[in-house]
């Protein structure tokens, strides 16, 4: 029996359209809000206009889908007991529209029979172009090409004095488009991927070593970046990163051959540090200040982070299972008087995903979520045997580790990747199956 794909269809016209706005978000996500914005936008609609009744309920049924409608779901409901004022209460649902989006991109998959190469492309391009951009500013070429730096030691490009169109940073610290701790995550995210292009590469056959060597030249290209900026984040993520590609191999391969992937990881991990300019520096500033702010509660960097999950839970004790509704962190913390006023009056989020889940919509919010993140990652090694399949594992994994110490859904920029990688979760197992089936292209409308 063969797959048909119906390429006149109205239905699959307007999801094709879709998946390349998702690709085109996917592209401009990591260097423009308002390009990424607009995209994001598209996607919905032509994800909206094209919906089929199968494919949607197929999409719905997993477990995944399930866990992100019934999450968003929740955090609209926990409205009618929200602390926040109304502007916040709105903001804070809509900022959650990305589990919607989670069922459109997936949607939008199955009835086009996309494998997860597709959306990554995107990503990778998007990246390669941030690399490129950052790299140019750390090395001096940026000078010859946009002139002498601005007072503020970077690039403004567009826009107005107060809120340019694209910043791209000095060498001292050579962001492009957004800030070091969003950059770094994201490239780091596109060295996993390609990394799992070389090893898939590697493990096809021995005509397919120069791809292998090629993605992981790339691979090296999207992470010497994050040594160059002050992201404390993307050091962790790429320690995390390395840590995941020594034990993969350790567990898929036997013999010497196991040992090979670590020792590459150690020697390009060495040079990346020591020739970083800020990842000594900075990892020795955030010990000392976890250190001084729990010997003398300074309000250090990293102390007003600790500070916040503390808080965060303590607030969660008074609520634990219906929480104090969507947005409602900023206003249960500025209630809390043993917390310094300049906290309080600033209306911060707790920066961890966990956090703010638990104290906005209790610990229901919170099982929904951490459902959703081991379902993600179990159906990702579902898809283990696809060229993408190893890379979207790790991206899976350090993605929900980033949303413990960062706000990953909450945020705009992580949280617009989020909806792509939990729709790739969703779909790569039915997509591989799809595609080991021969497909007759019809052009002929049912």
Same mark, same amino acid.
């Given at each position: 029996m063969t797959n048909t794909l119906d390429l006149t269809s109205l239905s699959i016209r307007l999801n094709?359209?879709?998946?390349?706005?998702? %690709?085109?978000?996917?592209?401009? +996500?990591?260097?423009?809000?308002?390009?990424?914005?607009l995209f994001s936008a598209f996607g919905a609609v032509f994800s909206v206009l094209g919906l089929r009744p199968g494919p949607l309920l197929a999409v719905v049924r997993s477990p995944i889908a399930l866990c992100a409608l019934l999450l968003f779901g929740w955090l609209a409901f926990s409205s009618i007991w929200a602390v926040?004022?109304?502007? $916040? +209460?709105?903001?804070g649902v809509w900022k959650y529209r990305k589990? @919607? #989006?989670?069922?459109?991109?997936?949607?939008?998959?199955?009835?086009?029979?996309?494998?997860?190469?597709?959306?990554?492309? #995107?990503?990778?391009?998007?990246?390669?172009?941030?690399?490129?951009?950052?790299?140019?500013?750390? #090395?001096?070429?940026? $000078?010859?090409?946009?002139?002498?730096?601005?007072?503020?030691?970077?690039?403004?490009?567009? %826009?107005?004095?107060?809120?340019?169109? +694209?910043?791209?940073?000095?060498?001292?610290?050579?962001?492009?488009?957004?800030?070091?701790?969003?950059?770094?995550? #994201?490239?780091?995210?596109?060295?996993?991927?390609?990394?799992?292009?070389?090893?898939?590469?590697?493990?096809?056959?021995?005509?397919?070593?120069?791809?292998?060597?090629?993605?992981a030249l790339i691979a090296i290209f999207y992470l010497l970046p994050v040594f160059s900026i002050q992201g404390r984040s993307g050091y962790l993520l790429a320690f995390l990163g390395a840590g995941f590609w020594v034990v993969f191999s350790a567990v898929s391969l036997r013999g010497w051959k196991r040992l090979v992937p670590g020792t590459l990881v150690v020697l390009v991990l060495g040079v990346m540090v020591s020739t970083s300019p800020h990842f000594l520096k *900075?990892?020795?500033?955030?010990? $000392?200040?976890?250190?001084?702010?729990?010997?003398?509660g300074e309000q250090t960097s990293q102390g007003i982070r600790i500070r916040f999950w503390r808080a965060g839970l303590e607030l969660a004790t008074e609520r634990p299972l219906l929480g104090y509704g969507a947005g409602g962190y900023a206003q249960a913390y500025s209630q809390l008087a043993d917390e310094p006023q300049w906290l309080r009056v600033a209306r911060s989020q707790p920066h961890s995903e966990y956090v703010i889940l638990l104290v906005q919509g209790g610990l229901v919010a919170l099982a929904l979520f951490v459902i959703l993140a081991v379902?993600?990652?179990?159906?990702?090694?579902?898809?283990? @045997?696809?060229p993408d399949g190893p890379g979207l594992v790790g991206v899976a994994i350090l993605f929900f580790a980033y949303s413990s110490f960062n706000s990953a859904v909450w945020d705009l920029a992580e949280g617009h990747f989020f909806p792509?990688?939990?729709?790739?979760?969703?779909?790569?197992? *039915?997509?591989? *199956? !799809? $595609?080991?089936?021969?497909?007759?292209? !019809?052009?002929?409308p049912r």
């Open positions: 094709h359209i879709a998946l390349w706005c998702w %690709g085109l978000m996917l592209t401009t +996500l990591p260097f423009s809000t308002a390009l990424a914005l926040a004022p109304r502007a $916040e +209460l709105i903001e589990l @919607i #989006f989670v069922v459109l991109v997936a949607t939008s998959l199955v009835v086009c029979r996309k494998n997860p190469g597709f959306l990554i492309n #995107f990503f990778l391009a998007g990246c390669a172009i941030v690399a490129f951009g950052s790299l140019s500013s750390r #090395f001096g070429v940026m $000078e010859y090409v946009l002139g002498p730096p601005a007072s503020t030691g970077g690039w403004p490009i567009g %826009g107005t004095a107060q809120k340019s169109w +694209l910043y791209i940073g000095g060498p001292d610290n050579p962001t492009f488009g957004r800030n070091h701790i969003t950059q770094g995550a #994201f490239l780091v995210f596109a060295s996993m991927f390609a990394t799992g292009r070389s090893w898939s590469a590697f493990r096809v056959s021995t005509a397919q070593r120069y791809r292998g060597f090629l993605w *900075r990892s020795n500033e955030a010990v $000392e200040d976890v250190v001084r702010y729990s010997q003398t379902a993600s990652t179990r159906s990702t090694w579902g898809g283990l @045997i696809s792509c990688l939990v729709g790739l979760a969703i779909t790569t197992v *039915r997509v591989t *199956r !799809s $595609e080991a089936q021969p497909t007759t292209v !019809s052009q002929n």
